[in-house]
């Protein structure tokens, strides 16, 4: 009797880079691993190959078995859905001891964690008009053309760093503002 196993993209990929020639070998080879668990002779480099492949289908094997002794098994009904296998990346997880059902749900909780937070909006550089209409709003008095074209030949970077928040730098230039009419700095940039 034949065992199940996953045949996963990663699979599909490794073959499709192996010549003509040699695939089929190589395809015969991982079909009876999988199915009855026969090693076949192959030479170099398909014996390569075929090891760095062989970890997947043992992997996938034990998945299948918990599943059948009450373990965490397949999370969908197979076929039900219209969508290929596989479509979205997901694969089967296995961490060698105990068909991955540890890791899966961990990944599981990671995932329903991630959901629950709030997506941080991508930092999109501000107009000139966006700079004075919040410069005029918190009653700061640098320029604003200043502030957009002094981040700009930086590209938008404070330090090192993408800039997060262009709001928070208005904040910090208003302060370094105060601090020069204070000291009598004439440079708005020099503490930049």
Known sequence: MGLKFTW????TDTVAKVPDGQRGALLWALVLYGTYGEEADLGWP?????????DDIDCSKRAIESG??????NAKAPLQSDKTPFADGESTLCDGENGGSGKAEANTRQD?????????????PPSVEEVREYIAEKGYRFD?????????????????????S???A???????????????????????
């Open 46 to 54: 398909l014996d390569a190959i075929f090891e760095s492949l062989r």
């Open 68 to 73: 059948k002794r009450g373990g965490r098994g």
């Open 112 to 124: 329903s964690t991630r959901q629950d937070k709030t997506k941080r909006e991508r930092f999109a």
């Open 166 to 168: 262009w709001k928070a």
């Open 8 to 11: 996963f993209p990663k699979f």
């Open 144 to 164: 604003a053309e200043s502030f957009v074209a002094f981040y700009e030949s930086k590209g938008w970077k404070v330090g090192r760093e993408p800039m997060k």
């Open 170 to 192: 208005c904040t910090t230039w208003e302060k370094r503002r105060g601090k020069e009419e204070v000291s009598g700095d004439a440079s708005p940039y020099s503490d930049l």
